[in-house]
Every structure is written in C-alpha cells, then in structure tokens.
C-alpha cells in the first residue's frame, strides 16, 4: 500500500468529516428557507454541495491509490438553531476544527514522508484559509451592521451574493 494505516484511517476520517459538514449546511441551508432568509439559504446549499466536493476529492485521491474508500454513515445535525448568527458562529468554529484535521494528516504524512499525501492535501491548507476568512468576515458583519430585523435582512443578502463564492 502506498499510504501508511495511520494515513489512511486519518483520510478515511476526513472523509466523514466533509460529508457531516455537507448534511450541517444543508440543514442550515432548509432552517433559514423557512425562516425568512432565502439568501443565506442558498448560501449554506451552494457550500454544502461544496464540502461533498471535499469528501469526493479524497475519495478519489485513495481511489487512484487503488484504495477503495469507505463510504460513512453521517451523523444528524443539530436541530436547534436558534439565529443565523448563531448558525454562522458555529460553521466557523466548525471550520476550524477541520482546519486542525487537515494540519493532523499532514504532520502524520510528513512524519512518515509521504510526500504525495503531503502535496494533495495543499490544496485542502488553502482551501480552509479562504473557509476560515471567508466565515470570519461573515461574523464581522453582525458587529458592523447590527442583529436588528433590518441589519439581519441585509446580511440575508450579502450572504447571497457570498454563494458564488462559497
Ligand atoms: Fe471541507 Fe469547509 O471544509
């Protein structure tokens, strides 16, 4: 095998990391439709389909290993959302934990030299900075504008022209 079994297992987490991201901001994506903020609505479902991107790219990545990846089964996401900055709060602390994942596989990758899981995962390293700014400039903007009705409708549409960017 060209990946050690600690590579691997920390991959195949990964992997249920991604898909558990995907099944939260879809699940946030269906509580702020029917709230009332369909902007940020199709954001958290433009970056949902984003982080099945992420889990299909080390599926593949162990695939062309000639690994066959494990599929996981996906843990149900909190239910109880309370406001959109609470929902923004914890996809940025989310973000960060997989931030820390990824930094894990790559120490434990150039522990044992394996440079190319080392050169995949870059991609993974700059991907998460853009995440983490992208959700950190998300947070500023209840500080900025305000958490009143209209200040939360104007970040409905900031986060909605966010999508394309997501
Ligand atoms: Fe795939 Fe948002 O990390």
């Not at 199709?42 to 290993?65: T, V």
């Not at 596989?105 to 150039?110: C, L, S, W």
Request: net charge negative; glycine share 2%; hydrophobic share 35%.
């Amino acid at each position: 095998m060209k990946i050690s079994d600690q590579t691997l297992k920390l991959l195949q987490e990964q992997i249920a990391i991604e898909a558990n991201a995907a099944n939260y901001y879809l699940s946030v994506a269906s509580w702020c439709k029917v709230t009332g903020y369909s902007g940020a609505s199709c954001f958290f479902r433009a970056h949902s389909a984003e982080e099945r991107e992420h889990m299909s790219k080390i599926i593949q990545y162990l695939n062309g290993l000639k690994i066959h990846a494990q599929i996981p089964a996906t843990e149900q996401p909190p239910q109880n959302m309370e406001s959109l900055e609470q929902v923004c709060k914890i996809a940025l602390d989310n973000e960060k934990n997989v931030t820390q994942s990824i930094n894990k596989i790559i120490d434990t990758a150039q522990d044992e030299k394996d440079h190319r899981t080392s050169v995949f995962l870059e991609w993974f390293v700059n991907e998460q900075i853009n995440e983490e700014d992208l959700f950190e400039s998300i947070m500023q903007k209840f500080d900025i504008i305000g958490r009143d009705k209209l200040a939360l409708h104007e970040i409905d549409k900031i986060l909605d022209k966010l999508k394309d960017t997501s």
